[in-house]
């Protein structure tokens, strides 16, 4: 099992940059794949970035690529979503997840393990 705790959100402009954070408890950090996902108000929760068990292969939605990048780093426990030139259709809680497949999957319902989330709100 395995916690995972959000932080970083805030709000911003149009064109601006943050950096999620999602910090993992636990020794098994490195025995799952990782995801982020977010949902804005009125919308299904949809999927932003994935990032594999072993940090090598990464995806990301058509909508985030080339903006987001998503990172892991084993000793921190921890994964990282850095957001660059931000939108205002960006604006939604982001979720962190924790997935037991080594590649991590697009599907929100495969993931076992989920943070709180973190709200990014991005102005015109």
């Known amino acids: 099992q395995v916690q995972l705790v959000e932080s970083g959100g805030g709000l911003v402009q149009a064109g601006d940059s943050l950096r999620l954070s999602c910090a993992a408890s636990g020794r098994t950090f490195g025995t799952y794949a990782m995801g982020w996902f977010r949902q804005a108000p009125g919308k299904e929760r949809e999927f932003v970035a994935t990032?594999?068990?072993?940090?090598?292969?990464?995806y990301y939605a058509d909508s985030v690529k080339g903006r987001f990048t998503i990172s892991r780093d084993f000793a921190k426990n921890t994964v990282y979503l850095q957001m660059n030139s931000l939108k205002p259709e960006d604006t939604a809680v982001y979720y962190c997840a924790a997935d037991t497949s080594s590649w991590g999957r697009f599907n929100e319902y495969e993931y076992s393990y989920w943070g709180q989330g973190t709200q990014v709100t991005v102005s015109s």
């Open positions: 990032i594999s068990r072993s940090g090598g292969v990464t």
